[in-house]
């Protein structure tokens, strides 16, 4: 004990002593806490999974190898799979999937699976990226499952903002600017990107003093809407991504994260004077070639875009026809006055905006 004051003697030793037995006593104390929180975690989360992946029922309603082909999914080839997922999915035309007029209203929620899918078809994402059959399959209807059957924030709103971006990058010309990879990624991030949503806002989250809001400083709910999709892809069975390499995979996901966070609109000023000036400056060049090449060029000018477009597709339902923007402002409303009834009745609060579900817009 050559560290301690040698005046501290016998008694200043054993109180070291003590204090360090102690210390180390803690520490396992709380590293066994910690083990054990661990555990309880990944049991929950096992839980989840299980039921809110999509099941071998669900699965063959869509990629029917039992009725086609009297095979189970583990006894098929890929080619044959693809080949039956293919003629399953809907015609792009007949719904107008590459329309930004689409409107989801006369289609079922379980076509909107596959419709979902019938859009990655269209950008040759999973031929380009070896994507199997059944994992495109069990990851679309998993994320339709992740989605709650609230008002407005439901699978329904998670596929039209998938379906605008589809169109923006091919009907509206942006996928010059991307690469086959950054689309299937900004197209799958757009699908993911209000992943259980509760149908209240981040401010209700802090008033409520939710787990989220403890987790999460900032775009509480879009933090968890990233966290969610990225547990998702952690399960090899729903990952859409798993032939990608290294590179590859890791770049899906920083765009994932991009793409979801900026549909924070509390992040939406910032993001406008950024992508203005892409466009005053692209307004002063005299080519396309040149405008081309002065966005792929830099990484950053491209994900400012893509940002832009997240937050265009997520309120593009204002430039739907008439027939279709008004039904959708009204479950917007309705949404938000059902915040109010929890925030007078949970939080025992006025609301700030004085509405309730009970009122009824003329
Ligand atoms: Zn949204």
Redesign the pocket.
């Known amino acids: 004990m050559h560290f301690l004051p040698k005046k501290q003697g016998l008694k200043g030793v054993v109180q070291t002593l003590t204090q360090f037995l102690g210390w180390s006593v803690l520490n396992t104390d709380t590293y066994d806490k910690m083990n054990k929180l661990e555990n309880r975690k990944d049991i929950a989360q096992e839980m989840l999974m299980h039921h809110l992946k999509c099941t071998p029922q669900e699965l063959q309603s869509i990629l029917k190898t039992n009725e086609k082909l009297n095979k189970n999914v583990d006894d098929c080839e890929q080619k044959e799979m693809m080949k039956i997922l293919k003629e399953e999915l809907p015609d792009p035309a007949a719904l107008e999937l590459y329309e930004f007029h689409f409107s989801d209203l006369p289609v079922s929620e379980h076509e909107l699976i596959k419709s979902g899918i019938r859009l990655f078809v269209e950008l040759n994402a999973l031929d380009k990226f070896k994507v199997p059959a059944e994992v495109m399959t069990k990851w679309m209807y998993t994320v339709r499952k992740g989605y709650r059957d609230i008002t407005y924030?439901n699978w329904r709103?998670?596929f039209n903002?998938g379906q605008t971006m589809f169109t923006l990058l091919m009907t509206g010309k942006l996928k010059k600017y991307y690469s086959d990879l950054e689309a299937f990624a900004m197209v799958a991030a757009a699908f993911c990107?209000?992943i259980d949503?509760r149908g209240t806002n981040n401010l209700y989250q802090m008033k409520s003093a939710a787990p989220l809001a403890k987790l999460h400083g900032s775009s509480i709910l879009e933090r968890h809407h990233l966290e969610f999709s990225k547990t998702l892809l952690e399960d090899e069975s729903l990952n859409i991504f798993q032939n990608l390499n290294k590179r590859q995979f890791e770049n899906v996901i920083h765009l994932f994260e991009v793409a979801i966070i900026a549909?924070d609109l509390a992040l939406y000023f910032k993001k406008r004077t950024m992508f203005q000036k892409i466009v005053d400056a692209a307004e002063q060049m005299k080519s396309e070639e040149e405008v081309i090449k002065y966005i792929i060029t830099d990484q950053t000018k491209k994900e400012i875009i893509m940002a832009m477009m997240m937050t265009g597709c997520?309120l593009s339902a204002i430039t739907k026809p008439w027939e279709v923007q008004s039904k959708v402002a009204l479950m917007v409303a309705n949404e938000f006055w059902e915040q109010g009834d929890l925030e007078r009745t949970v939080l025992q609060q006025q609301p700030i905006v004085r509405l309730q579900s009970s009122y009824v817009i003329p």
């Open positions: 924030h709103h998670g903002v990107h209000d949503h549909t997520d």
